[in-house]
């Protein structure tokens, strides 16, 4: 089955800076890779996600970039602010049809600390 | 537009009792999906579920867990004889259609879960 890494387990920075958070994937047959942000006492938040066709997708000041042969995807968040603070989990899934396409193995994820 | 309901939000259950997760999907939805959430891990996939059917249970332990989503009602985690290696957080997701990758708005929306300690 599917593994994924993710570093680093910690990532402390001060506002204003950027953040990025790197993962890594076992099973060839992912190719849709989403992040979640969750914040203390709630459920994890879709931020962004990719699919195996796109190398990297922009969304304000989060982009996602995605290198298929290296099985290697990261997240990457500019103009960090203290509102950003929360724990990120990247996953994978294969979205192979007749396959199991909803079934997402995450990272143990890492806690961002945005210091004012 | 309520998003996915769970509850209780937090659950405690001495060793040997019964616990039960609530999980309403989001009005629309008919694809149920339950993930554990151990201390300082990942979310881990344990069961898909349509109304009234069970699609993949591979990620449940084989003994004391079950879940269901009847016709009508919220989907059900049943946790029996609880022991402390349950205590977890339990998070529900609902979509609209099987599966994800349908990216913000669609696919997958989580709960905001279950804190169950046992003691």
């Known amino acids: 089955g599917e593994n994924v890494e993710q570093h680093p387990s910690t990532l402390s920075v001060q506002e204003g800076d950027s953040a990025v958070i790197k993962c890594t994937y076992s099973?060839?047959?992912?190719?849709?890779f989403p992040w979640y942000k969750q914040e203390l006492g709630k459920g994890p938040q879709l931020i962004i996600d990719i699919r195996s066709n796109v190398g990297e997708k922009k969304d304000q000041r989060i982009a996602v970039t995605l290198n298929k042969t290296a099985k290697h995807f990261s997240l990457h968040i500019t103009e960090t602010q203290p509102e950003d603070s929360a724990v990120y989990f990247c996953a994978a899934q294969p979205q192979n049809s007749g396959g199991s396409n909803y079934k997402l193995t995450f990272g143990k994820g890492t806690l961002l600390t945005v210091n004012p | 537009n309520a998003g996915v309901m769970q509850n209780p939000r937090h659950l405690v259950r001495r060793r040997g009792q019964e616990a039960r997760l609530r999980c309403s999907p989001m009005k629309g939805h008919s694809h149920v999906y339950w993930y554990r959430q151990l201390p300082e891990e990942g979310l881990k996939f344990m069961v898909y579920l349509q109304k009234e059917n069970i699609i993949d249970e591979s990620g449940m332990p084989k003994e004391r867990f079950s879940a269901e989503f009847p016709k009508e009602g919220p989907s059900i985690l049943r946790i029996q004889q609880v022991v402390r290696g349950d205590s977890a957080a339990y998070f529900c997701?609902?979509?609209?259609?099987?599966?994800?990758?349908?990216?913000?708005?669609?696919?997958?929306?989580f709960g905001s879960g279950t804190r169950l300690t046992v003691v």
């Open positions: 997701a609902s979509s609209p259609l099987a599966g994800t990758g349908l990216g913000k708005g669609y696919g997958y929306t």
């Open positions: 099973d060839s047959a992912s190719n849709y």
